[in-house]
């Protein structure tokens, strides 16, 4: 494969992970968001006494819930935010390995082709 070939495919390669760094990015901000309400609700909860009723919504209606089972249904919508994370972490992390050997790659076939 010729050098203007090769650069011009590692080029778009290159591109490729850099919109998939861009969307893990924009995941791991949404979750952080979810994180953070999810955790304000946990502490809200802490605070109730048992004489107070819990509601949730369901479509346009609030329905009477259990204290217990939302606070459960919390701390399960917490491990599951956490776990999504550092999953999402992971593919931030494996993009920018990718993206930086392809970048180095990229310097390469520039310094050759300049030769």
Not at 8 to 22: F, H, M, P, V
Not at 45 to 55: E, I
Request: glycine share 2%; aromatic share 6%; proline share 3%.
């Amino acid at each position: 494969m010729s050098l203007e070939l090769r650069f011009q495919s590692t080029s778009t390669d290159y591109q490729k992970i850099q919109t998939e760094l861009a969307s893990f990015v924009d995941s791991r901000t949404r979750l952080d968001a979810q994180l953070s309400e999810n955790e304000m609700v946990k502490k809200e909860f802490a605070q109730l006494t048992p004489s107070n009723t819990v509601y949730k919504l369901v479509g346009p209606v609030l329905v009477p819930q259990e204290q217990d089972e939302a606070k459960a249904n919390v701390e399960t919508r917490l491990e599951f935010i956490k776990s999504e994370m550092k999953r999402v972490d992971a593919q931030i992390k494996d993009g920018e390995d990718r993206s930086e050997k392809r970048k180095n790659e990229l310097v390469e076939i520039q310094t050759k082709l300049q030769q």
